[in-house]
């Protein structure tokens, strides 16, 4: 092989090395209108509503989670405040019963002490648990706290006013364990 066309095989490959990368992969990309540009947008545009609709579904997820959480908190505080409930309801026909011996007269110091004792201790630990007693004697009649069996004509006091406490009502937060059994006077 003759001296000149080795150089010039030899000038060639090094166009071919020397050329710019940018230029190639510019070459060899489709320019705008042509087919080959078309389906990659297509593909982008279905890549993003794909991402979209996984973004909604994340979103809709963590706030389902957030409701259960506060549901499930709410149940359980409900399920505690209705235990407790009960359990008070349990022990008030133990406090109706001190009660009515506290009503009672007797010539035994011992036995009314030791009875107003029981009772303040019973009335503490109700008051620890948050259990009040319902306001009732002389206070406007009101269904939602007092529950109202018998009826009296009587023009010195005031319409709708409870004249007489039968049995105490108690609560405990928001909740009524009791009605207050009272007798009201229009």
């Not at 489709?30 to 982008?44: F, I, R, T, V």
Request: with cysteine; proline share 4%; net charge negative.
């Amino acid at each position: 092989m003759s001296e000149k066309k080795k150089d010039k095989e030899k000038a060639s490959r090094q166009e071919t090395v020397q050329e710019d990368p940018a230029q190639v992969q510019d070459a060899a990309a489709p320019q705008e209108g042509q087919p080959g540009k078309e389906p990659e947008d297509a593909a982008l545009q279905a890549a993003k509503a794909a991402l979209a609709e996984k973004e909604d579904q994340y979103l809709r997820l963590a706030a389902e989670y957030d409701n259960y959480r506060k549901r499930t908190a709410k149940e359980k505080e409900s399920a505690w405040t209705q235990a407790k409930a009960d359990t008070v309801a349990a022990f008030l026909p133990v406090y109706d019963n001190l009660e009515r011996a506290l009503k009672q007269d007797t010539s035994d110091e011992a036995y009314a002490k030791g009875v107003e004792m029981t009772m303040k201790g019973l009335q503490d630990v109700l008051a620890k648990l948050g259990v009040e007693v319902i306001p009732a004697l002389g206070e406007t009649f009101d269904p939602n706290c007092h529950n109202a069996v018998m009826h009296v004509e009587d023009e010195a006091v005031g319409e709708n006013t409870v004249v007489e406490v039968f049995q105490q009502g108690f609560t405990c937060g928001d909740k009524v364990i009791r009605f207050a059994m009272v007798k009201v006077a229009n």
